[in-house]
């Protein structure tokens, strides 16, 4: 009986480094650095140059990082931001917090990220923002959702929680819209060892605002110049992403590897569509993501062979009950719910071997049905 191979395995890039960990933790512990400091300081440092950006800025997580860019925008009661409904719930719950109200436009059918032909349609007198989503490590198709804004004099906030170090016309995500919204929660990409986030972006400005925003409002020690909230990142965790910011290129060299072993695997299966590295992106592979129709029983058998799987995302956020208030019926997004209905992520991670990608791709082409064969 083969060994299991997990959805995706920390262990297997920690325990290379748990000396190298250990050692920076400890230094953080001796310096008493631990909320905010001088650790994180030289994360941001190391991050904003990894993404071409002039600032970073590390908080507690990645939805810490979408609402304080929100904030710093201006965005408020009574205005309305663009995004898409196949994210994860923190993309419209940050524009929720603000008292802002998330409007939906639909993706497109081979990226899954944001269509922007839709744009000018959702597009009211109360816009201020629109959020495309970098979906599965795939950046959306900025220019034209640039443009718009542009047009209407809306900020772009780019969610890249799934796309460190992806590129868009050989640009980093995150560093060309406004401001740039990253996650490291453990198992991201760049991932801490617990919960973490960061914001970057060109403009100084709105910089200064999510950095006061991040600490009480604190212009300096006990001056609040407004009521902020408590968006540090801990020492630790940015001790944690130092240690692990230079290999993250790598990994993500090692992702797409993986992408293109399985793509090859999977060729000439018309059931199984294999994601598309659209040509102006270069992804990361934070998710592996095919398109079947048969998933429950594909999904089955995966389970029987100790392989893991999973679906992002099997609600699309219009239709969480969360967000009945909305108003939005099924039907209203028709790509999105398609693709929430068909999408199966399969195992990605640098540290996968060929030998097990291989595997899984055998176990998936047996569970089609026999007239795709
Ligand atoms: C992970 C993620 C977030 C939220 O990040 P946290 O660090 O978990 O708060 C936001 N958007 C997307 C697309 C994500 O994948």
């Known amino acids: 009986m083969p060994d299991n191979i997990p959805f995706l395995d920390l262990n297997a890039q920690h325990a290379p480094r748990r000396a190298e960990f250990d050692a920076a933790i400890a230094a953080v512990i001796d310096s008493g650095a631990f909320a905010g400091g001088p650790v994180v300081a030289e994360f941001e440092s190391d991050f904003a140059d990894f993404c071409d950006s002039d600032h970073a800025l590390g908080l507690g997580s990645g939805t810490e990082a979408l609402w304080l860019a929100l904030l710093a925008c201006g965005i408020g ?26 409007v939906f436009v639909d993706v497109d059918e081979r990226t899954y990220t944001m269509n922007p032909a839709l744009l000018e349609k959702a597009r009211t007198s109360r816009t201020k923002a629109v959020i495309p989503v970098h979906l599965f490590g795939q950046p959306a198709d900025l220019d034209p959702i640039l443009a718009f804004a542009r047009r209407h004099d809306l900020r772009v906030i780019e969610d890249a929680a799934q796309a460190h170090g992806a590129e868009y016309k050989g640009r980093k995500a995150g560093s060309i819209g406004d401001i740039g919204c990253f996650s490291f929660y453990p198992g991201k990409n760049l991932g801490a060892f617990g919960e973490a986030g960061a914001t970057i972006t060109g403009n100084s400005e709105l910089h200064e605002k999510m950095r006061v925003l991040r600490d009480h409002g604190q212009v300096r020690k006990y001056h609040h110049s407004m009521v902020g909230w408590n968006c540090r990142m801990d020492g630790i965790q940015a001790a944690v992403l130092g240690v692990k910011l230079p290999h ?28 598309l590295e659209a040509d102006y992106a270069r992804s990361v592979y934070h998710i592996y993501a095919i398109r079947v129709r048969e998933r429950e029983e594909i999904m089955r058998l995966l389970e029987e062979k100790g392989i893991g799987c999973g679906i992002h995302y099997p609600v ?23 693709v929430c209905a068909e999408l199966l992520s399969l195992p990605m991670f640098p540290e996968l ?3 097990e990608i291989e595997r899984v791709a055998e176990v998936v082409k047996q569970s089609l049905p026999v007239s795709a064969l």
């Open 353 to 355: 071997s060929e030998e």
């Open 248 to 275: 993250l290129s790598k990994g993500n060299e090692r992702r797409r590897q993986h992408a293109a072993t399985y793509n090859r695997l999977f060729q000439g299966y018309e059931e199984i569509v294999v994601p």
């Open 77 to 102: 009661p009574g205005d309305e931001v663009i995004t898409v409904p196949n994210s994860f719930m923190a993309t419209a719950e940050a524009i929720t917090y603000t008292g802002a109200k998330p």
């Open 316 to 338: 699309p956020i219009h239709l969480q009950e969360a967000y009945r208030d909305l108003g939005y019926a099924p039907g209203a997004f028709p790509v999105a719910e398609q």
